[in-house]
């Protein structure tokens, strides 16, 4: 079982709300990623860190934002949701620098409805 | 997909039959990884298979990769109800890239 955590686990939110999803892991990694997923659908990879004060944009544009000011705590940030943001948010970290093999450990995801 | 296709899109079958997924991807790769994602749940690491190998196994999964033709399998021997979930293959190359994904069903 992977050390990284996801908060909330639902959130439902009216539009134009903001709102912060957060991720911690334990596990000392130094890179962090979000993916976004609809439900039966491929991961959209939106956002990741290869360590603390790294933030890079993925392959999907978001209107999203992300920060890393600690290693452990890598959250997103919605400053106005919309009902197009309805999806699943998963988190996840590898060890990228100690192996080569960037396998990566996810948290149990958040799933955003905006309303 | 920006690299990995897989297929079937979708999978049902009987407990104790095994099941095999395809994945095929379009770039040169590190490592091809399979991850399984419980309904709602985040993925979960299964097998690594390096690009330097062919086969690999671990318990009841057996991976096979084919860089030739940029192509990996994954097999599931004897499978039952509580594999029943979605499988992904991830490449590593320059970046890390996920498939379209597997949705098995196993019918006890």
């Known amino acids: 079982e992977a050390d990284i955590y996801q908060t909330p686990r639902y959130l439902v939110i009216g539009t134009g709300k903001k709102i912060t999803l957060e991720c911690s892991q334990t596990?000392?990694?130094?890179?962090m990623y979000w993916y976004q997923q609809d439900p039966g659908m491929e991961l959209h990879l939106i956002h990741y860190?290869?360590?603390?004060?790294?933030?890079e944009k993925g392959d999907l544009s978001s209107e999203s934002t992300v920060s890393r000011i600690r290693t452990e705590h890598f959250p997103l940030t919605l400053e106005s949701a919309r009902p197009s943001h309805t999806s699943q948010y998963l988190c996840?970290?590898?060890?990228?620098?100690?192996?080569?093999?960037?396998?990566?450990?996810f948290g149990p995801g958040t799933r955003l409805t905006v309303l | 997909s920006q690299q990995g296709e897989e297929d079937p899109q979708a999978l049902s079958i009987q407990e104790g039959e095994n099941a095999t997924m395809n994945c095929s991807y379009k770039t040169s790769i590190n490592n091809l990884q399979w991850y399984r994602q419980n309904s709602g749940r985040g993925l979960v690491h299964l097998i690594l298979?390096?690009?330097?190998?062919r086969e690999k196994h671990s318990g009841r999964l057996r991976v096979t990769l084919d860089t030739s033709k940029k192509s990996s399998s994954l097999l599931i021997t004897a499978s039952r109800a509580a594999d029943t979930a979605s499988y992904f293959c991830?490449?590593?190359?320059?970046?890390?890239?996920f498939g379209t994904g597997t949705s098995l069903t196993v019918i006890p």
């Open positions: 996840a970290s590898s060890d990228w620098r100690g192996q080569a093999t960037d396998t990566q450990y």
């Open positions: 596990m000392g990694h130094d890179k």
């Open positions: 860190s290869y360590g603390v004060n790294s933030t």
């Open positions: 991830a490449t590593t190359g320059n970046q890390f890239y």
């Open positions: 298979i390096r690009s330097n190998e």
